[in-house]
């Protein structure tokens, strides 16, 4: 295990705030089949979505501080270096 994969174990579990919250109430209204929607229908619209390939997060200023350092320790831009770490 290199520096920058012990730094990540190290990292405490945040707790949701009250927007995060709010968000998972509406994913679980929107999946939500008590409705009549079948798991099937549901996956067909899913399907059909459109995504952009972008993602906003709100992470701990210390794993953003790490995510940083390893970036740089690498020569690449963060956003190469969180897409190298999450394809592993």
């Known amino acids: 295990m290199n520096d ?6 190290a990292i405490q ?6 927007d995060d919250l709010q968000a998972i109430e509406r994913i679980k209204k929107r999946n939500d089949t008590s409705e009549g929607i079948t798991l ?4 067909k619209v899913r399907d059909e979505q459109e995504f952009s390939g972008k993602i906003s997060l709100r992470l701990p200023k210390s ?10 320790e690498e020569g690449v831009s963060l956003n190469q270096f969180i897409l190298y770490k999450l394809a592993k």
Request: hydrophobic letters at 45%; a negative charge; charged letters at 35%.
């Open 4 to 9: 920058i994969e012990a730094r990540f174990k």
């Open 13 to 18: 579990e945040v707790e949701p705030d009250i």
């Open 40 to 43: 099937a229908q549901m996956d």
């Open 63 to 72: 794993l953003h501080r790490i995510l940083v350092q390893g970036a740089k």
